[in-house]
């Protein structure tokens, strides 16, 4: 028999079943005495699953599993003889490889041995089956009638240091893998709502140097931002970093986007190297870490003090031992604040960073796999390859664009301009060396800092410029430093797009990030405005906070319809499913679905929006962060704006309320929140709709013509049989 108990620590959600290596005294499963082993078998587990373990922490047995195994007698098959004789072939015919026609042996299976070997090319042939080996590579039959083959059986070739196009492509995705694998084990081990259902969270992979190498497909206004956040680590940790210590990062002047994104940096050391050869890292959205709001997404902060816990350089892992008293005191610290408290979310929080850890652990493990299969030397020389792949790609895009500028209005420089709701300018003049494909962006004329939230860090400016060059170069590579060396951004400091270090800056990364993109977007002519923000919905009470982010309608470029009721440009994050909404808020979701005929009009038409709509159960305070309720969603080219978004409440009185873009308030049980999000902007002039009526009325009439598309027919029908029956 084999004894497990499944064991945990005190305070947290993850077991692992450990198996000891002693039996239990006197045959009683219920006498644990013997059992000094689990102890220590359960601290390598937790060590080698999370990278850490808890000092001075008591332990929880869940269960004991009993595991039994018997022998039963099966007898062998009779020893069959190895055959040395080669195997004959019933013909040999031409038949048609890469390298063109080539005479290939044709071998029936059942006249072949134990011991056989057929090179290829070569056809073996049953009555269920063909099997084709190809040139370079050999058949063999197994002792039990099988067959395996080797594929490649010349010499294998050697990586090195030098670029070859097609490793290039295997790097990359390998990167890219990495950091995807992480992701998955962030969202396995995580407990989060933010974390777990709504995937909001990013992992990337660093060089040496902090600068960003590649990342998962996760959210791009924290994977532009992080390498600021590595690369602050690096020249600011004091006492240099060790095997074993990991790092939490969120303030605004390190890199951080706003307080509620958490950074966690592991540094990865491969056998002997003295000073870390890679960096993981994983930024994850926390629902509370305290403040002023419950969710810590204030829409009336203006100080970065209201907005939560602050760390800048916090070690939270130290020689591999999770310092839990020291970020519970910090996590706690902003209730010494008037007005603010301490995290409402403690297990919450305390969880997901274990989770945080555990994900660049395994991050840790794959690059240290990769650097064991090539070396150190061949994986960092393609991790600069890579970045000099995606600089060459942005070099050629701009220009490509500067050269078009040329022709069409005689100048390369160009410029935008839009506003945030509150008439902040947001200004852009983009200046392209047409021969180097250098650019400027230069922000100059930028509104100042704000007396709110909506002052992004530079970071955050940072994120959006490289995300869009991403998207602008159309080409696969994934998003990395490189994106960045051509360009030299201008920023007018203690402006809305380069906050202050004691600056609000909580609404910033939901608001502002979205408009810049817009800004650039309007500046490169490439597409209509989208939605403009994230709709981030936060509530909650003093015992716990929920955010989500609602999506809207995209806008519509030269060729494409924009998308109705998604997320876009720096957000890439799910809805909560309603089920787990429900069950674990005191919330009812009555309603959640497209908002026809908000998208704007045009050749090709705007997304629409989405409406959604809460009932809430019991009394919370409600944050409301959201843009494009004053300024509409641009077209382009002659399309129309979409329509701008809207936030309602209606009281359980029946009295109905409009209460703006950016609002905290207290609601009670029967009060409901109803946000119709903005739709994207149209582009073009499209001669079917050179009409005199207004922009609202074109709406109407070509959402018309999408309902038509969507409930007619048998499936139509269905459905509605269905949801009668």
Not at 36 to 47: E, G, H, P, T, V
Not at 49 to 76: C, H, M, P, W, Y
Request: a neutral charge; glycine letters at 12%.
């Amino acid at each position: 028999f084999n004894y497990y108990l499944n064991m945990r620590y005190v305070g947290t959600d993850h077991a692992l079943m450990i198996c000891g290596n002693s039996a239990p005294s006197g045959g009683s499963i219920m006498n644990v005495s013997g059992y000094d082993d689990y102890l220590q078998s359960f601290l390598r587990s937790y060590k080698r699953e999370f990278g850490f373990i808890v000092k001075d922490r008591s332990l929880v047995i869940d269960d004991i599993r009993v595991r039994g195994a018997g022998i039963t007698n099966i007898q062998k098959p009779n020893k069959v003889l190895r055959k040395i004789s080669p195997p004959k072939s019933v013909a040999i015919n031409q038949c048609y490889f890469e390298n063109g026609f080539v005479d290939t042996n044709i071998y029936k299976l059942a006249d072949l041995s134990y011991g056989q070997e057929m090179n290829g090319p070569a056809i073996i042939v049953d009555d269920n089956n063909t099997i084709v080996i190809e040139p370079q590579c050999k058949a063999e039959i197994t002792e039990s009638g099988n067959l395996t083959i080797s594929v490649g059986s010349g010499s294998a070739n050697v990586i090195g240091t030098k670029l070859d196009a097609i490793q290039l492509s295997i790097f990359s995705h390998r990167f890219m893998s990495i950091a995807e694998q992480t992701g998955r084990v962030l969202q396995r081990v995580s407990i989060s709502t933010n974390i777990k259902e709504r995937l909001d969270f990013s992992c990337a992979i660093f060089g040496p140097d902090g600068g960003l190498v590649a990342n998962a497909p996760h959210i791009p206004v924290h994977l532009g931002a992080m390498q600021e956040t590595v690369q602050y680590q690096i020249k600011h940790v004091s006492g240099g970093m060790r095997e074993g210590d990991v790092i939490l990062c969120n303030h605004p002047r390190c890199g951080g986007s706003h307080l509620p994104d958490m950074t966690v940096i592991t540094p990865v050391y491969h056998k002997m190297s003295p000073e870390p050869v890679f960096f993981v890292a994983n930024r994850g959205h926390h629902a509370d870490i305290g403040g002023i709001s419950p969710g810590s997404m204030p829409p009336h902060s203006t100080a970065l003090s209201q907005e939560g816990a602050v760390f800048e350089s916090f070690k939270l892992v130290v020689d591999g031992v999770f310092r839990e008293e020291e970020v519970v005191a910090r996590l706690l610290s902003p209730g010494d604040n008037p007005g603010s408290s301490g995290t409402r979310n403690l297990k919450d929080n305390l969880s997901d960073l274990h989770a945080q850890v555990a994900a660049n652990e395994r991050g840790i493990a794959l690059v240290c796999d990769l650097i064991d299969e090539y070396g150190l030397d061949v994986v960092q020389a393609y991790m600069s390859h890579i970045r000099s792949n995606a600089e060459i790609f942005v070099r050629d895009m701009l220009k490509d664009f500067g050269r078009k500028m040329l022709l069409q209005r005689g100048a390369s420089h160009f410029s935008a301009c839009d506003h945030m709701d509150d008439g902040t300018p947001i200004n852009l003049k983009v200046s392209i060396n047409c021969d180097t494909g250098d650019a400027i962006f230069d922000f100059t004329g930028t509104g100042v800092e704000v007396y709110g939230n909506t002052n992004a860090p530079r970071a955050v400016t940072m994120a959006a410029i490289i995300y869009c060059l991403r998207i602008m170069v159309g080409k696969e590579m994934p998003l990395n430093q490189g994106c960045l060396n051509p360009i030299r951004v201008i920023i007018p400091p203690n402006s809305i797009l380069s906050a202050s270090p004691g600056a609000a800056v909580v609404g910033a990364n939901v608001t502002t990030s979205q408009r810049l993109c817009d800004v650039i977007f309007l500046a490169f002519s490439v597409c209509a405005a989208s939605q403009g923000c994230m709709n981030t919905v936060t509530l909650g009470d003093e015992e716990m906070g929920y955010c989500e982010t609602i999506g809207g309608g995209a806008g519509a470029g030269p060729g494409w319809d924009g998308r109705s009721a998604v997320h876009c440009h720096m957000t890439n994050t799910r809805i909560t499913d309603p089920e787990v909404l429900e069950k674990r808020y005191p919330i009812v979701l009555k309603r959640f679905e497209v908002n026809l005929a908000t998208g704007g009009v045009g050749e090709f038409t705007g997304g629409d929006g989405i409406i959604r709509e809460l009932l809430f159960r019991k009394t919370m305070t409600l944050s409301i962060l959201s843009e494009r309720r004053s300024f509409a969603p641009y077209g382009m080219n002659g399309g129309s704006p979409g329509e701008r978004g809207r936030n309602t409440v209606v009281f359980s009185d029946g009295r109905v309320v409009n209460i703006g873009g950016k609002r905290s308030l207290v609601l009670g049980p029967g009060d409901t929140f109803v946000m119709e999000s903005p739709g994207g902007g149209g582009y073009g002039i499209s001669s079917t709709h050179r009409v005199s009526l207004p922009p609202h009325k074109l709406r109407r009439k070509f959402a018309a013509k999408k309902v038509l598309g969507v409930t007619a027919g048998s499936l139509h029908n269905y459905k509605i049989t269905q949801q009668t029956s």
